[in-house]
Nanobody, 124 residues
Framework: QVQLVESGGGLVQAGGSLRLSCAAS????????MGWYRQAPGKQRELVAS???????SYADSVKGRFTISRDNAKNTVYLQMNSLKPEDTAVYYC??????????????????WGQGTQVTVSS
């Protein structure tokens, strides 16, 4: 079992910055990819950014150049640095951990774990 606890959300003016943190505990050895998703009212949850255990990152087009995802494997923590925030970034942000492992060259997926979510509100 893996548990995720997010922190760092809040209210900020447009153009400001926030840093989200997500601390993992439990069977963290099983975590492969970690990511941040967001869900705005009336919209579907969408992937914002992800980072693999080796450090490879990917971003949604809407946040490229403004958001940076990073990971501290020693602390089992993933961060999302959000700069130049826009009102359209307002959403509940969720941390996600994909659980899996490689064995003899084959990847075995074991499921996903989600945090409770943290509200980010950007005022215009």
């Amino acid at each position: 079992q893996v548990q995720l606890v997010e922190s760092g959300g809040g209210l900020v003016q447009a153009g400001g910055s926030l840093r989200l943190s997500c601390a993992a505990s439990g069977s963290t050895f099983s975590i492969n990819v970690m990511g941040w998703y967001r869900q705005a009212p009336g919209k579907q949850r969408e992937l914002v950014a992800s980072i693999s255990s080796s450090g490879s990152t990917s971003y949604a087009d809407s946040v490229k150049g403004r958001f940076t995802i990073s990971r501290d494997n020693a602390k089992n923590t993933v961060y999302l640095q959000m700069n130049s925030l826009k009102p359209e970034d307002t959403a509940v942000y969720y941390c996600n951990a994909e659980l899996g492992n490689y064995y003899s060259g084959t990847y075995y997926y074991h499921g996903d774990t989600w945090g409770q979510g943290t509200q980010v509100t950007v005022s215009s």
